[in-house]
């Protein structure tokens, strides 16, 4: 596994083991991660909080152009706020750990010129698949819908 998608999955991990959402994230400028986040839309009752806006946050007020520089890791496909916030901040570049679980708005970052990157990544698929299995309710009032993973 790439080294920051690696990263984004200690993040995910780290969500899971605070009672979470498994999702993490990490922004890459210069080959160096400058914010890391996960889901904590359960751990803090936020209603905004996933792991991409998480990774933003913590990575603190940047320059527009610092942004355009960068690359996002996520774990699991960004929904259509993150994917609005990736295109707010004019990060070029998302690599995503997998889709399978989700698939969110990869089809319209695209459209809009950001480069998309799915893994597949086969430890990102478990996890999801893992916590989907064993908590399916959670995460269909996460994603607003039936689980199926």
Do not use: K
Request: aromatic share 6%.
């Amino acid at each position: 596994m790439d080294p920051f998608l690696h990263a984004a999955f200690e993040e995910a991990e780290q969500g899971l083991s605070e009672g979470g959402i498994p999702i993490g994230s990490v922004l890459v400028h210069a080959g160096a991660i400058v914010g890391r986040g996960h889901n904590r839309r359960v751990q803090l009752s936020s209603v905004i909080l996933h792991a991409e806006m998480d990774a933003l946050e913590n990575a603190g007020r940047r320059s527009a152009a610092f942004y355009r520089e960068c690359t996002l890791y996520t774990t699991l496909s960004p929904c259509a706020m993150c994917s609005g916030a990736i295109l707010l901040y004019g990060i070029p570049r998302v690599i995503i750990g997998e889709n399978r679980s989700f698939t969110g708005e990869e089809q319209w970052l695209a459209s809009h010129g950001v480069d998309i990157e799915i893994v597949q990544d086969l430890t990102c698929i478990e996890l999801m698949r893992q916590f989907v299995s064993r908590n399916p309710t959670l995460w269909a009032e996460d994603i607003g819908e039936t689980a199926t993973c």
